[in-house]
């Protein structure tokens, strides 16, 4: 049995002149190189007037659209700029490359809208179930010795009610990771 685990970011990118003329004129390119079209065979670089763009090898046309992609932690929703998902894949080596959880960076940058690593850091607390978890693995460790000597406390703790307040300093997004809110 063959299994793919290949995770790099790749991006269909095609001429939407071609496309609407017809015909789907395009090719899967690796997401760092998205945006050269001319190192992956889709255009040539042609100046018209004091324009100077890649121009498409089939019609001449001077605008490329990513129509499929893969790989990008759903960072691209949709179709995008080859622009864009070069710009993305950059962001998912760069969180690749510091070690950080994909999802969870991309759960982080859907929540704000941008990748910042020191933010990313500063704020996320880890991977739970519900914030009513993490209000239990945190009191264990802020409490723990005298909770597991005194245990009733610790079964008699309105969980909801400590999550509903951890909520007001900490958000859950994406599948359970927990950040605060800085």
């Known amino acids: 049995m063959n299994t793919i685990t290949d995770t790099t ?6 001429c939407l002149g071609c496309y609407n003329s017809g015909r789907l004129i395009g090719k899967w390119i690796e997401g760092r190189d998205a945006a050269d079209l001319v190192a992956a065979g889709l255009a040539q670089e042609l100046t018209v007037g004091d324009y100077t763009a ?13 129509f499929d992609h893969e790989n990008y932690a759903g960072l691209i929703k949709g179709e995008c700029s080859p622009v864009d998902a070069q710009e993305h894949a950059a962001t998912i080596e760069e969180i690749q ?3 950080i959880d994909l999802d969870a960076a991309a759960a982080f940058i859907a929540d704000r809208g ?9 704020s996320y607390v880890g991977h739970y179930e519900s914030l009513e978890e993490y209000a239990q693995e ?22 909801e009610h400590a999550a509903r307040e951890l909520s007001y300093d900490y958000a859950i997004l994406g599948d359970g990771y927990v950040f605060r809110q800085i």
Do not use: H, M, S
Request: glycine fraction near 12%; charged fraction near 30%; proline fraction near 6%.
């Open 114 to 122: 941008e990748w910042d690593a020191d933010a990313f850091n500063d």
């Open 138 to 159: 945190l009191a264990g460790e802020l409490y723990g010795k005298e909770l597991e000597d005194a245990r009733w406390p610790f079964t008699c703790i309105n969980w």
């Open 97 to 99: 490359r510091q070690g």
């Open 9 to 14: 970011p790749r991006a269909w990118v095609g």
């Open 54 to 66: 890649p121009r498409c090898l089939k019609c001449g046309g001077d605008e490329f659209w990513v």
